[in-house]
């Protein structure tokens, strides 16, 4: 009888990945928390879940699809066999592959929303009851244990070629039953996996409709979810190409999340209202011309320079030192400004702002945020209801370049505490937030939809600081629905409301700050 193959030999996984899939799996894998978060939930359920992840990047990514023989996988795994070749012959897969091959981020993203979905099926024992679960965690001790009598066996053979004469013998008998007990652990190893198999395969059918409904599901979130995370991207100005891992996470935040899709829309149209105006006042505003030079700007050539285009010869000479960039131009200067202070924007989260008032008060605030990104100035949100709950105080844009950090821009988007209202609380925060400031000139906006009492001797103490510290304060007032101005004009610079944005009136909010 042929001695089974080493148990270390075997592989963990069913389709073949070389070096650069795994490598892309790798980066996915290194740079998404939901893709290790899906990882260690599932291997706390059955053996080789991770290698099944791979398998499924695999199935989606490659081109070319080669399974290997069951003898060249461990039995263990064998759960993931019948899974993927359902999953194959899927008509949903098929639609899937079609957006997903040898495209990393989409591959990814459909590996964890359809790694997901399997992994809820196992915890609700719909695919594979526990005791199944149990059968194959049996095998895995089981390979783990033949493995050390193969791998102890294979010692007692090194050692014997370098022992003495009388222990040589000893060592050859340890090593010939150390292979006799792992080769009968191989047999029954492979009888309870022949047993497991028999099992799987008569609950395959039951199975079936099961992944095909998962399948479609994913396939429906992936056709939404690329195209609104690469419209939430560009609707926050995002800077430069992001990681897979990153359009991953973006992905899996959009898919099936109604809330997010409809600020990323309302975001997208204020952003471009917001930018078409400051670009339309200010586009030279912080430029000066300072010298004359030589170069071949068209648009700011001296005038004598054009004079030369009408007559035949001076234009050839014209076009000589267009091309060696020698025509006479003037050149422009940017202005410096000192630095200004931090952009704080204080949201509203009582219970009357549930619904389009919520949507509405976080679009502005993300507007705000890509234009202090543009300011390269610091953004702070504080999101606050009742005065006996925390505040949410986030710092959005706190890194190199002043560039947003995606996961705190979805804590901001996702969260809502309800509740009474307090104004008190936030805009103490605020101003203390802008007495620590580097620098001065900041800026606070008070988002809210209603009234609320302050005490005079508070009002006081912060007209007094505001006044100290020379911070400009204006508030919005989200006018859908009931509201009221109340308190709103005893602390504010200015005050504008949500139906005036779209006017020349409440323009000031996005060109003052």
């Given at each position: ?12 996984h ?5 070096s650069y ?39 989606l990514?490659?081109l070319?699809i080669?399974?290997?023989?069951e003898?060249d996988?461990?039995?263990s795994a ?18 899937l592959?079609?957006q ?16 997901e ?10 695919i ?15 390979e ?7 791998a ?12 003495a ?6 060592l ?6 150390l ?5 009968g ?5 492979h ?31 992936i056709?939404?979810?690329a ?6 991207s560009?609707?926050?100005?995002a ?11 973006l ?5 099936g ?5 409809k ?18 006042l ?5 430029e ?32 000589r ?25 204080c949201?509203d989260?009582s219970?009357?702002m ?5 949507i509405?008060s976080?679009?502005?605030?993300l ?8 300011q390269?100035r ?7 209801a ?9 710092d959005?844009?706190?890194h ?9 821009v979805?804590e901001l ?22 007495q ?19 005490d005079?001797t ?11 510290l ?18 709103l ?15 020349e009136?409440?323009r000031?909010?996005?060109l003052?700050?």
């Amino acid at each position: 009888m042929q001695p089974p193959q080493p148990i270390a030999k075997l592989k963990t996984h069913w389709i073949e990945a070389d070096s650069y899939d795994r490598s892309a799996f790798g980066a996915l894998h290194r740079d998404s928390p939901s893709m290790r978060a899906l990882e260690e939930s599932g291997s706390k359920l059955l053996p080789h879940f991770d290698a099944f992840l791979l398998d499924l990047f695999a199935l989606l990514f490659k081109l070319n699809i080669v399974v290997y023989a069951e003898e060249d996988v461990v039995p263990s795994a064998g759960f993931y066999r019948p899974i993927l070749d359902q999953l194959r012959l899927t008509p949903a897969v098929e639609i899937l592959r079609q957006q997903t091959v040898l495209d990393e981020p989409r591959a990814g993203l459909a590996t964890l929303l359809l790694g997901e979905r399997l992994l809820q099926l196992l915890k609700s024992e719909r695919i594979l009851t526990r005791a199944e679960m149990l059968d194959y965690w049996n095998l895995d001790q089981q390979e783990s244990e033949i493995a050390d009598q193969q791998a102890h066996a294979e010692t007692a053979v090194d050692l014997r070629a370098q022992a003495a004469a009388p222990k040589q013998r000893q060592l050859e008998e340890l090593a010939q039953r150390l292979r006799r007990d792992a080769e009968g652990a191989a047999r029954r190893l492979h009888h309870k996996a022949r047993q497991v198999r028999t099992a799987m395969t008569e609950s395959a059918d039951r199975n079936k409709s099961r992944l095909e409904a998962q399948a479609q599901r994913v396939l429906h979130d992936i056709e939404q979810s690329a195209q609104d995370a690469e419209n939430w991207s560009l609707q926050l100005g995002a800077s430069g190409r992001s990681s897979a891992g990153a359009q991953i996470e973006l992905g899996k935040q959009l898919a099936g999340n109604a809330k997010l899709k409809k600020l990323a829309v309302m975001v997208g149209r204020m952003r471009e209202q917001a930018l078409a105006l400051r670009r339309t006042l200010f586009e030279r505003a912080n430029e000066e011309m300072y010298e004359v030079g030589l170069g071949a700007e068209l648009s700011r050539l001296l005038p004598h320079e054009l004079l030369a285009l009408r007559h035949p010869l001076l234009r050839r000479d014209f076009a000589r030192r267009f091309v060696d960039a020698e025509l006479l131009q003037y050149s422009l200067r940017a202005l410096e400004e000192k630095g200004r202070g931090p952009m704080i924007v204080c949201i509203d989260g009582s219970s009357s702002m549930a619904g389009d008032k919520e949507i509405w008060s976080k679009a502005v605030s993300l507007t705000l945020l890509d234009i202090a990104q543009r300011q390269r100035r610091l953004f702070r949100s504080i999101c606050f209801a009742a005065a006996d709950m925390p505040l949410q105080v986030l710092d959005l844009n706190g890194h190199q370049r002043y560039v947003a950090e995606m996961q705190k821009v979805f804590e901001l988007a996702e969260y809502f505490p309800g509740g009474g209202t307090d104004f008190q609380k936030p805009l103490s925060a605020a101003l203390d937030c802008l007495q620590k400031a580097r620098y001065k000139r900041g800026d606070i906006v008070f988002i809210t939809d209603g009234e609320c009492r302050v005490d005079a001797t508070w009002l006081g103490e912060f007209r007094r600081a505001k006044e100290r510290l020379g911070f400009s304060l204006f508030s919005v007032l989200i006018d859908v629905g009931s509201n009221s101005l109340g308190t709103l004009k005893d602390f504010s610079d200015r005050i504008t409301t949500i139906s005036q944005l779209t006017s020349e009136a409440g323009r000031d909010i996005f060109l003052k700050v």
